[in-house]
């Protein structure tokens, strides 16, 4: 299992850093590049506990599925998403906010396996592991470049 963590501090309102992080159309504007789009479920706005997203993209040139699920929420201090389907043994994303007196907070910890036994643990070390931390950066990025400027308006007023 490979776990990663990372943090980021957002010059904004922690419910503004919450709710950006669990928008849907904000996730799919922060991923063009694997082309990553919400196509069951939950497939715009805000997603919210118990509720799922099923999302299409494409990875190392394969066309892959992923359903997740809102497993934990407490806004606007954590919330968790876990795999119900998907390409992985095990995937489970736990998301905290804490206010600053300079913004908030924003950290992750990413826990997952890759399938396929001793071979998935060497491609979870080899590769896998750095993709999923440049996946996770530019979008933890792109949220705090849109909470930090009037886009913002553009994911949560509607």
Not at 120 to 133: N, T, Y
Request: charged share 25%; proline share 3%.
């Amino acid at each position: 299992m490979t776990l990663i963590e990372l943090s980021t501090l957002i010059a904004a309102p922690i419910e503004r850093c919450f709710d950006l992080a669990r928008s849907i159309d904000l996730h799919m504007a922060s991923s063009e590049g694997t082309g990553e789009r919400a196509v069951a479920g939950v497939i715009s706005g805000l997603i919210g506990f118990d509720q799922q997203v099923t999302w299409k993209a494409r990875h190392f040139g394969v066309r892959v599925f992923h359903t997740s699920r809102i497993t934990a929420f407490e806004r606007p201090a954590y919330f968790q998403d876990c795999m119900v389907r998907g390409m992985f043994r095990r995937f489970c994303h736990d998301h905290f906010f804490e206010s600053q007196d300079d913004g908030t907070l924003m950290r992750d910890h990413l826990e997952f396996s890759a399938p396929f036994g001793p071979i998935g643990v060497i491609v979870e070390k080899a590769f896998l592991r750095k993709h999923m931390i440049c996946l996770l950066r530019r979008r933890n990025a792109f949220i705090k470049k849109v909470a930090e400027s009037q886009q913002w308006l553009r994911y949560l007023n509607q």
